[in-house]
């Protein structure tokens, strides 16, 4: 008897001490950081405001200490670049616009190579992430960065104006089918040409034509939809210039159903306009559609519908516009960094994230259904993140940007003609690949 409770009493000390250890190497896990620093650099606007008022919770849990500097994308790009070709190490973790993730592709630890969390739970598996924000963090087939913010330029309409009987019993008398979401690019013509109607204060298209990145990513949306590209993979010329004049003149048709002062619409001018009732329909990213729904400042608030953007000749297709995290091979504190990375791209912080603006690329969030009926353009999003179409995929991309939205904006101004204005800049992008030794 006494052999028995002396094997029990030893069996229950080993099974304590195991406990024990294991409670003192969770213990050690928690304190690996104890005393590390990282400098991590984003750009500004809500979503990294809230990603800021959070970072306490992470420290508490991790013992990583973040020193978080924001800046606007304007400038961030300049301060990224400065300092991972100075090869300064200054920041461990750095946020990246996609278009530029080539230019800085090579600066980047791949994500396969970031280190095992050691206090969180897991790594991200990017299957939980949609793909065509996983592709924005993509160069040359090998994923550079964590996407966290999940923009995707889709369109957005007037439901109130699309349920009134009134419009649609004229509707369909004029056009002979029902008033309902566009499926085409020629059905939206017809809704835009329907709505305009300036002596109600009414118009039908919400343009993008500040000469900035967004007219750029307005024309490169225009001419997916019409079957035709910029590059090739491999960086090879391929617009077919016959659809891209194509394109351009099925703008010009949209245009003409826009409001006055239609050749300088920005963010602030087509916010405003689509907020105080001019507008019916439009592309707009996400991470800007709170801005509808606000009922202290707009009028449509509750009146927005959402849907997957129409098909063109060349079917349908959406911009994305992604941010992702990426760990410089120079950084310090590249575990830590990565750690903070998981952190930020979880469920459990996304679901914190999304009240304050965050563009969510994890599926559970956009498919939640308690937050697809809070923003109910979830939904929408998701549908145009499976067409998703990737801006030009090129390190000069600056440049090739700055191209295209100069001979689109020319176009729609009638400086220059559709055709002239496509062939001038086919014939520029061209000149661009040769100078970069791209053009074979």
């Given at each position: 008897?006494?052999?028995?409770?002396?094997?029990?009493?030893?069996?229950?000390?080993?099974?304590?001490?195991?406990?024990?250890?294991?409670?003192?190497?969770?213990?050690?896990?928690?304190?690996?950081?104890?005393?590390?620093?990282?400098?991590?650099?984003?750009?500004?606007?809500?979503h990294t405001e809230a990603v800021?008022?959070?970072?306490?919770?992470?420290?508490?849990?991790?013992?990583?200490?973040?020193?978080?500097?924001?800046?606007?994308?304007?400038?961030?790009?300049?301060?990224?670049?400065?300092?991972?070709?100075?090869?300064?190490?200054?920041?461990?973790?750095?946020?990246?616009?996609?278009?530029?993730?080539?230019?800085?592709?090579?600066?980047?630890?791949?994500?396969?190579?970031?280190?095992?969390?050691?206090?969180?739970?897991?790594?991200?598996?990017?299957?939980?992430?949609?793909?065509?924000?996983?592709?924005?963090?993509?160069?040359?087939?090998?994923?550079?960065?964590?996407?966290?913010?999940?923009?995707?330029?889709?369109?957005?309409?007037?439901?109130?104006?699309?349920?009134?009987?009134?419009?649609?019993?004229?509707?369909?008398?004029?056009?002979?089918?029902?008033?309902?979401?566009?499926?085409?690019?020629?059905?939206?013509?017809?809704?835009?040409?329907?709505?305009?109607?300036?002596?109600?204060?009414?118009?039908?298209?919400?343009?993008?034509?500040?000469?900035?990145?967004?007219?750029?990513?307005?024309?490169?949306?225009?001419?997916?939809?019409?079957?035709?590209?910029?590059?090739?993979?491999?960086?090879?010329?391929?617009?077919?210039?016959?659809?891209?004049?194509?394109?351009?003149?099925?703008?010009?048709?949209?245009?003409?159903?826009?409001?006055?002062?239609?050749?300088?619409?920005?963010?602030p001018e087509r916010i405003q306009?689509?907020?105080?009732?001019?507008?019916?329909?439009?592309?707009?990213?996400?991470?800007?559609?709170?801005?509808?729904?606000?009922?202290?400042?707009?009028?449509?608030?509750?009146?927005?519908?959402?849907?997957?953007?129409?098909?063109?000749?060349?079917?349908?297709?959406?911009?994305?516009?992604?941010?992702?995290?990426?760990?410089?091979?120079?950084?310090?504190?590249?575990?830590?960094?990565?750690?903070?990375?998981?952190?930020?791209?979880?469920?459990?912080?996304?679901?914190?994230?999304?009240?304050?603006?965050?563009?969510?690329?994890?599926?559970?969030?956009?498919?939640?259904?308690?937050?697809?009926?809070?923003?109910?353009?979830?939904?929408?999003?998701?549908?145009?993140?499976?067409?998703?179409?990737?801006?030009?995929?090129?390190?000069?991309?600056?440049?090739?940007?700055?191209?295209?939205?100069?001979?689109?904006?020319?176009?729609?101004?009638?400086?220059?003609?559709?055709?002239?204005?496509?062939?001038?800049?086919?014939?520029?992008?061209?000149?661009?690949?040769?100078?970069?030794?791209?053009?074979?």
């Open positions: 008897m006494r052999k028995r409770n002396l094997v029990l009493l030893v069996m229950a000390f080993l099974v304590l001490s195991i406990i024990g250890l294991s409670g003192c190497a969770k213990k050690e896990d928690e304190q690996t950081y104890s005393g590390t620093t990282i400098r991590v650099l984003v750009w500004a606007d809500a800021k008022a959070l970072i306490p919770e992470f420290e508490e849990e991790t013992g990583i200490k973040v020193v978080f500097e924001d800046l606007p994308s304007s400038n961030l790009t300049e301060k990224i670049a400065m300092n991972l070709v100075g090869k300064t190490g200054t920041y461990d973790l750095v946020a990246i616009d996609e278009p530029f993730m080539p230019k800085f592709a090579e600066y980047f630890v791949p994500y396969t190579e970031w280190s095992e969390p050691k206090v969180l739970d897991k790594k991200i598996d990017l299957d939980e992430l949609v793909e065509a924000a996983v592709q924005g963090a993509t160069w040359k087939d090998t994923v550079y960065g964590l996407p966290v913010n999940g923009n995707i330029y889709m369109m957005i309409y007037r439901k109130d104006l699309f349920e009134n009987p009134t419009h649609q019993q004229a509707f369909k008398e004029k056009y002979g089918y029902d008033l309902k979401q566009p499926e085409t690019l020629e059905q939206l013509l017809d809704v835009s040409e329907y709505f305009y109607q300036p002596e109600n204060g009414l118009y039908g298209w919400g343009p993008f034509t500040l000469t900035s990145e967004g007219v750029t990513v307005e024309t490169m949306w225009v001419l997916r939809s019409f079957g035709t590209r910029i590059l090739s993979d491999d960086l090879q010329p391929v617009l077919d210039k016959e659809k891209a004049v194509q394109a351009f003149e099925y703008y010009k048709q949209l245009l003409n159903t826009s409001p006055a002062g239609k050749l300088a619409f920005g963010h306009a689509m907020n105080v009732g001019n507008l019916t329909i439009m592309l707009q990213w996400p991470g800007i559609i709170p801005d509808h729904e606000n009922e202290e400042e707009s009028m449509v608030a509750g009146k927005v519908g959402y849907m997957q953007n129409p098909a063109g000749p060349g079917g349908r297709a959406a911009i994305t516009g992604v941010w992702a995290l990426a760990i410089p091979k120079d950084a310090e504190n590249k575990a830590a960094a990565a750690e903070f990375a998981y952190w930020w791209a979880s469920k459990e912080a996304g679901e914190k994230l999304v009240k304050k603006g965050m563009s969510p690329v994890r599926k559970d969030l956009l498919t939640d259904p308690d937050l697809q009926k809070e923003y109910p353009w979830y939904q929408a999003q998701l549908e145009n993140f499976e067409i998703g179409v990737n801006r030009p995929r090129f390190p000069e991309y600056s440049e090739i940007s700055d191209v295209v939205r100069t001979y689109f904006a020319n176009a729609l101004s009638g400086e220059m003609t559709s055709e002239q204005a496509v062939n001038e800049m086919d014939q520029k992008i061209k000149e661009i690949l040769e100078q970069n030794g791209y053009l074979k």
